[in-house]
Structures are given as structure tokens and as C-alpha cells.
């Protein structure tokens, strides 16, 4: 089943889609990704979306006009995915994540825009989409769903090993009996913010501003002070926590500060959350993924706070760096379609695992395939 999974993270710099051939042998997936690709926002939707995030404050209009903006450009970037790499049965929409509301430890809701049925229209295929709704329902946190993909892709794996995803917010699964999934803080929300507000560039790229930095002790103490770092997990957090305006604050706090060492601070900061929770599970084998692997600089960090820690990027067990996020919501589009339950209660919090999200009718009858008997263990990636 060709299965095309798209989403928009917590960087919201643009849509990654991947088109993924998924069979099953046996407890296996055998995935072969057809290709990956990134389609960024266009500039006024996305400052749109800007200034609809945390801390902003918007009415219903705004609501709904990213709803219908993000649908058309997650519908054309889907049509730009059959067009490179062939056509698809199902898709997948994580949407972009409006508004994750955290009472605490608690999840109350959580809110995606991009409505599917621009995709549905636009292919004529079955869409599935708000994925983390019914998990928050059962009292989980909604997130990370991205878990599932770690566990079946660390099966096997000789040690402790954990999977590490440094996208916007970053997230560790460490596999185990149960295993154990949540966000551990940022990774690089608060760089791209400071490089954003100082350059009007999106990112650091290659880690170059940091490189240039240095660490101001004083306010990486202060950022490392942050209550949610000591919550136990399971936890999630977001841009309702990690926002702009923290950067405000530590100006206010700390004049003068250059933006290379405000980044290079804010890389340490990264840094040193990830590799405390690493440490905490004893992890030898740590499996990275997601835009901030690309970053030298806080890859370098990591390896020289986690000297003992294997470091490996997902190609090297045939899972893309880039497009991780956009396969692991392929895989779990293709769950939901077969009637297969895939969230981890011990990894989201919730009483249960449950089969995921609603799906929107494609433009003929919806016709969907008797559920399977079989939950895959294991996954298999190739090219």
C-alpha cells in the first residue's frame, strides 16, 4: 500500500511529505520510501501562523483561515508528492499543530488546522488526520506518536537504545518493557527564534552563529531553571512554553547580549536537557533524527556530553533524517486504515492504545480492508 504521510512540525517552516510503499510480513513492516521532500509555507500564510502561535492572540476568523490556507498547501504539497514520486492510496495529515493546551502534567486538548478535505479533493483518495485527538480523550498526552515508529525501529538494537528526534521541540523514546516516550525540552524552537527575530533567516544554518558564540553560564543556569524539566514524563510541552517571547525576557535580563552567544547558549541549552535525560535511562545507543542533526555544533555537544553513547543518524538504519516525522505518520495512517491501534500508553499516558484519527472519503466509494489480526513488532526501511 503506497501511503503518503505529510506534516507540518513545531519548526512550521514547511510541509514534509514522504511516500512510503508499506507491506506486511509476518509482525514486520517492510517499508520502501518512494521520496521525501519539503514544501515550505508561503511567506504571508506562514506569518499568519506566526502570529497565531503562543503567545498571540487571535479570533475564530484567523482560526479559520488557517484552517482552509494550511489544507490548500498541505493539498498542493500532496500533489507535488504523487507528481515527483507516483500516485498514492491513502494520506496521512498531521496538519500543524495550532494549540497544545497543558494544564500542568495534564493535556486538556490539542488543536491542528489544515482541514483534510482540501487533500481529499485535491487527490481524490482517502485522507486520515487529527491523529492526537483521540489519545488526549483517553487521557493521554497526544504526543509523542512518533514513539510508535521508535519502538518498532529500535527493536533488536544491541543495549539500552533510544531514538532522539530534534525537530522544533525535541523527543526521546528509550525502548524497554514498557517503553518510555516525551519531550524533553527545546531543540530548536528558541535557536530558530533568535535567528529569526536578529537575521529574518529561519534557522542557524550549520550551527554557524553558535560556532561563533560562547556560552554565558549565568543565563543557561536561569534557562536550565525551567519547572518542566524536572516534571517525570510522560509530559509533553510546545511553543505554548518554549515562545518568542522568552527571548524577550532574557534581553531584558541580559543587555547587550550578542546574538552568537545568545545562540550558542540556547544550543547548550539543547544540549544539555537531551543529554540529561540520556543519561537518566542509561542509553548506549542513541538513534537522531530531525532538522537539528544537521546542526555540527549541538551534534558536537551532544558527543561530548555523552562520551559512552553510541551516535548514530536514522539513515544509517535506513530511516531518512529529514523526513522521519512524515514516515512516521505514513505508518501510522496505514495503522488507522487497517484497524491496528498505534499509540503506546506507557509512552503518551493513556488508558489504552487506540486506533488513530478520522478519515475523510477520497472521490469514490470508501472502502476499507478487513482489520488485521497481526500488530507489527518490528519495521524494515529501504530505498
Given at each position: 500500500?503506497?501511503?503518503?504521510?505529510?506534516?507540518?512540525?513545531?519548526?512550521?517552516?514547511?510541509?514534509?511529505?514522504?511516500?512510503?510503499?508499506?507491506?506486511?510480513?509476518?509482525?514486520?513492516l517492510?517499508?520502501?520510501?518512494?521520496?521525501?521532500?519539503?514544501?515550505?509555507?508561503?511567506?504571508?500564510?506562514?506569518r499568519?501562523?506566526?502570529?497565531?502561535?503562543?503567545?498571540?492572540?487571535?479570533?475564530?476568523?484567523?482560526?479559520?483561515?488557517?484552517?482552509?490556507?494550511?489544507?490548500?498547501?498541505?493539498?498542493?504539497?500532496?500533489?507535488?508528492?504523487?507528481?515527483?514520486h507516483?500516485?498514492?492510496?491513502?494520506?496521512?495529515?498531521?496538519?500543524?499543530t495550532?494549540?497544545?493546551?497543558?494544564?500542568?502534567?495534564?493535556?486538556?486538548?490539542?488543536?491542528?488546522?489544515?482541514?483534510?478535505?482540501?487533500?481529499?479533493?485535491?487527490?481524490?483518495?482517502?485522507?486520515?488526520?487529527?491523529?492526537?485527538?483521540?489519545?488526549?480523550?483517553?487521557?493521554?498526552?497526544?504526543?509523542?506518536?512518533?514513539?510508535?515508529?521508535?519502538?518498532?525501529?529500535?527493536?533488536?538494537l544491541?543495549?539500552?537504545?533510544?531514538?532522539?528526534?530534534?525537530?522544533?521541540?525535541?523527543n526521546?523514546?528509550?525502548?524497554?518493557?514498557?517503553?518510555?516516550a516525551?519531550?524533553?525540552?527545546?531543540?530548536?524552537?528558541?535557536?530558530?527564534?533568535?535567528?529569526?527575530?536578529?537575521?529574518?533567516?529561519?534557522?542557524?544554518?550549520?550551527?554557524?552563529?553558535?560556532?561563533?558564540?560562547?556560552?554565558?553560564?549565568?543565563?543557561?543556569?536561569?534557562?536550565?531553571d525551567?519547572?518542566?524539566?524536572?516534571?517525570?514524563?510522560?509530559?509533553?510541552?510546545?511553543?505554548?512554553?518554549?515562545?518568542?517571547?522568552?527571548?524577550?525576557?532574557?534581553?531584558?535580563?541580559?543587555?547587550?547580549?550578542?546574538?552568537?552567544?545568545?545562540?550558542?547558549?540556547?544550543?547548550?541549552?539543547?544540549?544539555?536537557?537531551?543529554?540529561?535525560?540520556?543519561?537518566?535511562?542509561?542509553?548506549?545507543?542513541?538513534?537522531?533524527?530531525?532538522?537539528?542533526?544537521?546542526?555540527?555544533?549541538?551534534?558536537?555537544?551532544?558527543?561530548?556530553?555523552?562520551?559512552?553513547?553510541?551516535?548514530?543518524?536514522?539513515?544509517?538504519?535506513?530511516?531518512?533524517?529529514?523526513?522521519?516525522?512524515?514516515?512516521?505518520?505514513?505508518?501510522?495512517?496505514?495503522?488507522?486504515?487497517?484497524?491496528?491501534?498505534?499509540?503506546l500508553?506507557?509512552?503518551?499516558?493513556?488508558?489504552?492504545?487506540?486506533?488513530?484519527?478520522?478519515?475523510?472519503?477520497?472521490?469514490?466509494?470508501?472502502?476499507?480492508?478487513?482489520?488485521?489480526?497481526?500488530?507489527?513488532?518490528a519495521?524494515?526501511?529501504?530505498?
Open positions: 500500500m503506497r501511503v503518503l504521510g505529510m506534516i507540518s512540525g513545531t519548526s512550521h517552516d514547511a510541509i514534509d511529505t514522504a511516500l512510503v510503499d508499506i507491506r506486511q510480513h509476518g509482525d514486520r517492510d517499508c520502501r520510501v518512494l521520496g521525501t521532500g519539503a514544501t515550505p509555507y508561503p511567506a504571508e500564510l506562514r499568519e501562523l506566526v502570529e497565531a502561535l503562543p503567545p498571540g492572540r487571535v479570533g475564530l476568523d484567523a482560526v479559520c483561515r488557517l484552517d482552509t490556507g494550511i489544507g490548500r498547501a498541505f493539498a498542493e504539497a500532496a500533489q507535488r508528492a504523487v507528481a515527483e507516483g500516485p498514492v492510496d491513502l494520506v496521512c495529515s498531521h496538519g500543524q495550532l494549540y497544545h493546551w497543558v494544564d500542568g502534567r495534564d493535556v486538556l486538548g490539542t488543536l491542528q488546522v489544515g482541514q483534510p478535505a482540501w487533500i481529499a479533493e485535491q487527490l481524490g483518495v482517502p485522507v486520515v488526520a487529527d491523529l492526537r485527538a483521540r489519545d488526549v480523550a483517553a487521557g493521554g498526552q497526544g504526543a509523542p506518536l512518533v514513539a510508535h515508529l521508535d519502538v518498532l525501529l529500535l527493536a533488536g544491541p543495549g539500552r537504545a533510544a531514538a532522539l528526534n530534534l525537530g522544533g521541540i525535541a526521546i523514546t528509550v525502548a524497554g518493557d514498557p517503553p518510555l516525551y519531550d524533553t525540552g527545546p531543540a530548536n524552537a528558541l535557536i530558530d527564534a533568535a535567528v529569526l527575530a536578529a537575521t529574518g533567516a529561519p534557522y542557524d544554518d550549520g550551527g554557524r552563529i553558535a560556532a561563533e558564540g560562547r556560552i554565558r553560564q549565568g543565563l543557561l543556569d536561569e534557562l536550565l525551567e519547572p518542566y524539566y524536572r516534571l517525570p514524563p510522560p509530559k509533553t510541552t510546545g511553543k505554548e512554553l518554549f515562545h518568542p517571547g522568552l527571548l524577550d525576557d532574557v534581553h531584558t535580563r541580559h543587555p547587550g547580549l550578542s546574538l552568537p552567544d545568545l545562540v550558542a547558549t540556547l544550543t547548550a541549552l539543547t544540549a544539555r536537557t537531551v543529554a540529561a535525560e540520556v543519561e537518566r535511562h542509561g542509553v548506549t545507543t542513541l538513534v537522531a533524527s530531525g532538522g537539528g542533526v544537521r546542526n555540527p555544533v549541538l551534534t558536537g555537544m551532544l558527543r561530548e556530553l555523552l562520551p559512552k553513547v553510541r551516535l548514530l543518524r536514522s539513515e544509517e538504519l535506513g530511516l531518512p533524517a529529514d523526513a522521519k516525522e512524515a514516515i512516521a505518520f505514513a505508518v501510522l495512517g496505514w495503522h488507522t486504515f487497517h484497524g491496528l491501534p498505534a499509540t500508553p506507557s509512552c503518551t499516558g493513556a488508558r489504552g492504545s487506540r486506533v488513530l484519527g478520522s478519515l475523510t472519503p477520497g472521490a469514490g466509494p470508501l472502502r476499507l480492508p478487513a482489520p488485521l489480526a497481526t500488530l507489527p513488532t519495521i524494515a526501511f529501504s530505498s
